[in-house]
């Protein structure tokens, strides 16, 4: 492990391999920050699937949705080429 050296009159800020610290910490305060707000955002996205499920959706269905629609439409027609071909081969259709 490097050796800590101190490069400032702040004791809190050390560096070890070229890396401050103060630095490093702001970084790991940010991230946490962010986890967290991630966190409470799926909490509410949770909360809203199960709202539509109180009325009737299925959020299985709403979830396959969503990620369809983040994706391209040539990704989308790939997917439901190959499932239509699996299902095919499975005797399914």
């Known amino acids: 492990m490097p050796e800590m050296v101190n490069i400032s009159s702040d004791p809190n800020i050390q560096d070890v391999g070229g890396i401050t610290g103060d630095h490093l910490r702001q970084y790991i305060d940010r991230i946490e920050r962010l986890e967290e707000e991630k966190s409470d955002v799926a909490t509410v996205i949770r909360e809203v699937y199960t ?31 190959l499932l239509h071909l699996y299902k095919q081969a499975l005797d399914m259709q």
């Open 51 to 81: 709202e539509a499920k109180g009325t009737g959706f299925d959020p299985k269905i709403m979830r396959q949705i969503v990620r369809l629609r983040k994706m391209d439409q040539h990704e989308v027609d790939e997917q439901e080429a």
